[in-house]
């Protein structure tokens, strides 16, 4: 048998209904139907056939879908902002504890170093790099620290001998240029 809700008709040459399926099946005039057509011969006589198939219980699944879509579509789109926020918060975690590791950075403070997260991705290579720059630039600064001190120290002893050379011969009499 055919689905429920569709039917065939089938037509000689001249137009005359040689077959209904089912009996009283024809469309009301107010209902959708989706129709397809055709002509065929058998033995040199030619026949038209219709196919038609209502709409009435796709239109009412679509009705009945729009509803779900209409309560489900706000719920989905606050879950996705719920969840993205949260997804953001959490991918950035990171970024943000190396940032605050990164300003507590200073000339007199370089030892210490960025915090290394765990996942071998971008950020764990840059937060590597950059200990490694900040141990560099440790030992710079400590290197230069003690040259400085070295420097002040061997340029005292000189400097004390000039600066009481110089005081010596201020303190002296000297002849009057005539």
């Known amino acids: 048998g055919l689905p429920v809700g569709s039917g065939v008709r089938l037509f000689d040459a001249n137009g005359k209904l040689l077959l209904s399926r089912p009996e009283s099946a024809k469309p009301h005039e107010t ?5 397809v057509g055709g002509v065929f011969t058998v033995h040199g006589h030619e ?9 009435e219980e796709t239109e009412k699944a679509l009705t009945r879908l729009d509803a779900v879509l209409f309560v489900l579509a706000p719920i989905f789109l606050l879950l996705s902002i719920v969840g993205g926020w949260w997804l953001g918060r959490n991918a950035l975690r990171p970024v943000d504890e190396i940032t605050e590791a990164a300003r507590r950075i200073s000339l007199q403070n370089m030892s210490g170093l960025l915090p290394v997260p765990p996942h071998r991705d971008e950020l764990q290579r840059l937060c590597l790099a950059w200990n490694e720059m900040l141990m560099r630039l440790d030992a710079s600064a400590k290197r230069l620290t003690q040259f400085t001190a070295d420097a002040s120290h061997e340029l005292r002893t000189p400097l004390a001998v000039i600066r009481t050379t110089a005081e010596l011969t201020l303190r002296q009499d000297r002849p009057q240029a005539q």
């Not at 209902?31 to 129709?35: K, L, N, W």
């Not at 026949?47 to 709409?55: D, E, G, I, K």
């Open 31 to 35: 209902e959708s139907v989706r129709t």
């Open 47 to 55: 026949y038209r056939f219709v196919l038609w198939r209502s709409l």
